[in-house]
């Protein structure tokens, strides 16, 4: 089976092609609007539709071309398509006029490829953002005929790590597992019994920890996003030479909070207006990592499980990655610690496709789901639709 996922839930723009069972992916492309943002000190959401609604079909005819070079067109693809199908294919993409026009001249005239089944995330996001995916999705299922899989963006999170990429690695997660998911929206502990079963532990109570680096970032004068800058300038050692608080840190439960910390180190800079700005970003970073280790930890002495998952865009965290993966050595020798490979720990379209695929296992043709009862989400929970 080929999958062909779309993902928009945020600033990037991402389709990508897997083959399953195989799980071996055939095209991964991701488009950042990093720059478009980057004036705004943070992702705007109508700039983000604009710039989805641009780059869809350019990105599709270029993860298409890597499925079969020679695609090949057909004459009159309009009118190819009956009245009806026209008809419907100017009412799902009426929000989005741009995509539209695109659309047709672009798309229509194309042969249908050798896709299986679409898969889309349906939230959580940014709702306009979202809903461009999600009617690209149902203009390619109207035309295409293929059923439509909703996928939930963190579900994508924990599933990119079952994807085999560079560098490879021959095993798979087991279950029952925990999901470690740190990103700018969300910082989760999940328990996994087995496939598509989630029960959340733990999360964050007001920041995800992502959303403190940005903003911890912009303090420091970094730019944006923050998570990068930030993990460039404090590097991958320990540091303890300034002693930010740890929220929760003993908490009884495995929720999270930042924004305490956030603000002690807006105080701290106001305090120190001279602070060097290296040791301030490895003094924050370590206070993230060691709660963020504290509390997973926590969360394995608790609960028999023999995989640990680590997914998210900050799950690219060199000091979080190395802490986890010297505690897990040291301490939990029997269980095997899957961290997202770098490239898919950011947003990407071929997680969502993995997710897609494991949905599929679970509940075959249960998950496609009619154009007309798919919709976005913008607060979607794990294990929701
Ligand atoms: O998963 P993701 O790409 O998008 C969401 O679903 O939110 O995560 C983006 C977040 C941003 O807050 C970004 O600053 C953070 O991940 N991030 C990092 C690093 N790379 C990205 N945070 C810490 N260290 C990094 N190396
Ligand atoms: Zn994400």
Request: net charge positive; with cysteine; proline share 6%.
């Amino acid at each position: 089976m080929k999958i062909l996922a779309i993902e928009t839930s945020c600033d990037e723009t991402a389709i990508a092609i897997l083959e399953t069972p195989t799980l071996k992916l055939l095209s991964n492309v991701v488009l950042s609007q990093i720059k478009i943002h980057k004036p705004f000190g943070g992702v705007v959401p109508n700039l983000a539709k604009r710039e989805h609604q641009k780059n869809l079909v350019p990105i599709l005819l270029r993860v298409l071309n890597n499925l079969t070079p020679l695609l090949r067109k057909e004459r009159g693809g309009e009118k190819r398509l009956c009245l009806f199908s026209q008809e419907r294919l100017q009412k799902i993409l009426a929000r989005e006029p741009e995509l539209l026009k695109i659309f047709r001249k672009k798309i229509l005239p194309l042969k249908a490829p050798n896709i299986d089944v679409i898969a889309v995330t349906n939230g959580p996001g940014l709702e306009p953002a979202l809903w461009v995916g999600i009617n690209f999705a149902k203009a390619l299922s109207e035309i295409w005929k293929i059923p439509i899989i909703p996928v939930n963006h963190l579900e994508g999170h924990i599933y990119a790590s079952w994807l085999n990429v560079k560098p490879r690695r021959f095993d798979i997660p087991k279950f029952p597992l925990l999901a470690l998911i740190v990103s700018g929206g969300h910082t989760e502990i999940v328990l996994m019994k087995q496939n598509q079963n989630y029960k959340i532990l733990g999360e964050t109570r007001d920041d995800a920890a992502g959303e403190a680096f940005d903003k911890v970032a912009k303090m420091l004068g970094l730019g944006y996003p923050g998570g990068p800058l930030i993990s460039k300038l404090a590097g991958s050692e320990n540091s303890n030479a300034i002693n930010f608080p740890r929220p929760m840190i003993n908490s009884p439960d495995f929720d999270f909070s930042f924004s305490g910390l956030k603000t002690a180190v807006l105080y701290f800079l106001k305090d120190n207006p001279k602070a060097n700005k290296t040791v301030v970003a490895a003094g924050f970073q370590q206070a993230v990592v060691d709660v963020l280790v504290a509390k997973t930890v926590k969360a394995l002495k608790k609960y028999k499980i023999k995989s640990l998952i680590v997914g998210g865009g900050v799950a690219a965290n060199k000091l979080l990655r190395k802490t986890l993966e010297e505690k897990i050595k040291k301490e939990f020798p029997n269980v095997s610690l899957f961290l997202s490979p770098i490239s898919l720990t950011g947003d990407n379209a071929a997680m969502i496709a993995s997710a897609a695929h494991f949905k599929f296992i679970k509940y075959g043709e249960r998950v496609f789901r009619k154009a007309e009862n798919i919709r976005a989400h913008g607060n979607l929970r794990l294990g929701k639709e």
